[in-house]
């Protein structure tokens, strides 16, 4: 089982941007897709953005196509968010996880961890 440790959480404007950093440790992360999931108070967690194990494919939920990019760098074992544009609604508790990419989308596996609060507040 790969460990993660998610950082790079902080307190922005509106309009501001974060790159949000997942350090992995264990021999399975390159040959793992990972994903990114976001929780926000009240609600559900949900999918935000997905990247294949070697990086040549990516996916995001429609709330933040255009505005994050998800890349990841094996030989550091580390996968990034970078978030721009950043709205209010993007406040939530941001978590990285290994699965499966498939061409209909993503299915995460392993254990959640502890995740990296964003919040976007004027």
């Known amino acids: 089982q790969v460990q993660l440790v998610e950082t790079g959480g902080g307190l922005v404007q509106p309009g501001g941007s974060l790159r949000l950093s997942c350090a992995a440790s264990?021999?399975?992360?390159?040959?793992?897709?990972m994903g990114w999931y976001r929780q926000a108070p009240g609600k559900e967690r949900e999918f935000v953005s997905a990247?294949?194990?070697?990086?040549?494919?990516?996916r995001y939920a429609d709330s933040v196509k255009g505005r994050f990019t998800i890349s990841r760098d094996n030989a550091k074992k580390m996968v990034y968010l970078q978030m721009t544009s950043l709205k209010p609604e993007d406040t939530a508790v941001y978590y990285c996880i290994r699965g499966t990419y498939y061409s209909g989308g993503y299915s995460p596996s392993g254990s959640w961890g502890q995740g990296t609060q964003v919040t976007v507040s004027s």
């Open positions: 264990g021999s399975t992360f390159s040959a793992s897709a």
């Open positions: 990247i294949s194990w070697s990086g040549g494919h990516t």
